[in-house]
């Protein structure tokens, strides 16, 4: 079946312009996580929605970042005032979520290079 | 909080040979799981391979296995029969057991080469 997808697959915009990045997840997948890597800080955690719980925001590294997921499925990752530090690839990760084997396995998307000017 | 270590940034191997990537980690948990993720560039993150910590068994998968030690809490890759195919960035991840925090951390990652 189809992967993790994200648009766009770049994004170039200039410093102080906010900026919203896609991810479709896997279907049937309840959890969606977002990561960022950064030639500096390699790969950080962001943000994790499970089904209708209250998603875990403790990676956000400012009140300028922010994320949705409607109706369980897709979700847009939201980057307010960006600045030339947001550089770095976003990527979106699926998972089955509670139950099942292999339900922990994380599968990810091509990621969104951002590139702020 | 967890923390991953892959010492090694970079490692070349000839192609028909056997690599193995190392990866430490530390964890006060008894209950988790760990993965190595191959990158290339292409950007996109493929799952290589999973171990469950309540395995004693190392996982395999085809060419691709893994050395477990719990108790040392080193969980290293091993790439037979290496491929130019397998030329790519390695993360080496964590992942708590615990359903309330599911996140995965993540080693600084190692740049494997293959010399044909």
């Known amino acids: 079946g189809a992967g993790v997808s994200q648009s766009p697959s770049n994004k170039v915009t200039e410093k102080g312009k906010d900026v919203e990045l896609r991810c479709d997840p896997i279907?049937?997948?309840?959890?969606l996580y977002w990561y960022r890597q950064s030639l500096g800080q390699g790969l950080e955690f962001l943000i994790y929605f499970q089904g209708n719980s209250a998603p875990d925001k403790s990676g956000l590294p400012s009140d300028r970042f922010s994320a949705e997921r409607t109706g369980g499925s897709v979700s847009t990752l939201t980057i307010q005032r960006t600045q030339q530090e947001d550089s770095a690839v976003y990527l979106c990760a699926s998972s089955p979520g509670a139950g099942g084997p292999r339900s922990y396995e994380q599968y990810f998307g091509p990621g969104t290079r951002l590139t702020v000017t | 909080a967890q923390t991953v270590t892959q010492s090694q940034p970079e490692m070349s191997v000839q192609e028909a040979e056997t690599v193995t990537l190392s990866c430490t980690y530390d964890t006060s948990e008894s209950d988790y799981y760990l993965f190595w993720y191959k990158q290339p560039p292409s950007r996109q993150m493929i799952l290589v391979i999973r171990q469950e910590a309540y395995k004693q068994q190392n996982a395999t998968e085809n060419r691709f296995s893994v050395n477990f030690q719990k108790a040392a809490k080193s969980f290293s890759l091993k790439i037979s029969d290496s491929q130019l195919g397998d030329a790519a960035m390695y993360f080496c991840a964590y992942r708590s057991a615990s359903g309330a925090n599911s996140k995965l951390t993540f080693g600084k990652g190692i740049t494997l080469s293959v010399r044909p």
């Open positions: 279907s049937g997948h309840t959890a």
